[in-house]
């Protein structure tokens, strides 16, 4: 099991910086994930900032908890046999964080990714589908908020000519239309 803290710079970005960025970094490795999301009809995981998914990635599947506190996003994770939260790892989380019983599964956020490693992180270029949506995003995962990572990260976004702006995470964007759809 993965217990850590969550360290990337992120914003959203036009279609046609998202094609900028896939000419200027071509040898990337690109996939399709799909991520699961729960929470219960009132969204009290959402109103908590706990998200919750299970992440499909060919034939794996990955829980994760995310939790934000006051050091940052706490990121627990770990593979599971199925989509599903029927699980003994899972059900201590439940009782540790207090999750609710009625949690069910939300629906989809899938997202065709792009990997490149960079010198102070892992450039990831994605293309994000979730309830008749399409967004793009650039995350750039980094092992510190350093100088030096967060220089990289700038000069990424010189080169599309993007501001930084941070950007809400896939569960907050998918939890949003999730309740627009649901008025």
Known sequence: ??????????????YEQFQLLKNIYPGGTTFRQVNHYYDNAELILRQRKISLRIRQVNHRWIFTLKVNDDDGVREIEFAV??????????AKLRQEFSLPEDLEELGTLETVRTEV??????????????????????EFECPDFSEATFHEFGT??????ACYK??????????KAFKKLKR
Do not use: W
């Not at 099991?1 to 036009?14: A, F, G, H, P, V």
């Not at 990424?156 to 000519?161: A, E, F, G, H, P």
């Not at 941070?166 to 939890?175: D, E, L, S």
């Open 1 to 14: 099991m993965k217990d850590s803290y969550e360290c990337e710079y992120k914003c959203l970005i036009t």
């Open 81 to 90: 046999a199925r989509n599903s939260l029927s699980t003994k790892k899972i």
């Open 117 to 138: 490693p960079l010198v102070y992180g892992v450039l990831c270029i994605d293309e994000n589908h979730y309830l008749g949506q399409t967004d793009y995003e650039l």
């Open 156 to 161: 990424i976004l010189q080169r599309i000519d």
């Open 166 to 175: 941070q950007a809400p995470g896939k569960y907050h964007r998918f939890t």
